[in-house]
Structures are given as structure tokens and as C-alpha cells.
């Protein structure tokens, strides 16, 4: 895991989307992804929280919406507090999870 940026006390409601979107990332690259390694990284920044959660797995089981709905409940939590969402595999491999809230 890695940190950025000024730490320091966010909204409970910021602070749990954080921690269930991380929590699912995690949990989808653990039960689906097959990867070697995977990297949480946060960055306090003044007006904004950003995560990115990104393996070296195969992306193929992440992407079928038909296993789950954890990408469409980080995207609807997301979008709830005005952030911004993105998911999808990567270039290089594996999959990349990404949100960004206001703070």
C-alpha cells in the first residue's frame, strides 16, 4: 500500500467509500484475478481522495458483469458523493480499479 499526500481525518461517508471500494478491489483480485501482485495506492490531495487498485492478473473474470455486482456498487457509491469512477483492464495486463472523491 501506498500513501500520499497529507494524511488526515476525512467525512465518514468519504472514509468508508474509500475503504468499501478498496475492500472490493481487493477482495475481486484475491477471489478472480489470479495475480502475482497487486498495489493500493491513496493520495490525499487538497480537494480531492484519489485510489487506484491495480494487479498483474487476468483481467477476463473482473470484466463479466455476470459475476457480481462489485463494480456497479463502487461505481454507484462513487457516484454518490460526486466522484469520479473508472474500471477496465490495463494496457500491460492485470486490471486497475480508480476513484476519485471531493474532499
Do not use: K
Request: charged fraction near 25%; proline fraction near 4%.
Amino acid at each position: 500500500m501506498q500513501w500520499h499526500g497529507r494524511r488526515r481525518p476525512l467525512a465518514s461517508e468519504i472514509e468508508l467509500a474509500a475503504y468499501r471500494v478498496i475492500q472490493e478491489s481487493v477482495t475481486n483480485v484475491v477471489r478472480h484475478a489470479g495475480a502475482a501482485h497487486c498495489l493500493v495506492r491513496v493520495e490525499y490531495a487538497e480537494e480531492e481522495l484519489s485510489i487506484a487498485i491495480t494487479d498483474d492478473g487476468h483481467a477476463r473474470a473482473a470484466t463479466n458483469p455476470r459475476n457480481g455486482y462489485g463494480i456497479t456498487g463502487m461505481r454507484e457509491r462513487i457516484a454518490l458523493l460526486h466522484g469520479h469512477f473508472s474500471s477496465g483492464p490495463r494496457a500491460e495486463g492485470g486490471f486497475r480499479v480508480a476513484a476519485r472523491l471531493p474532499i
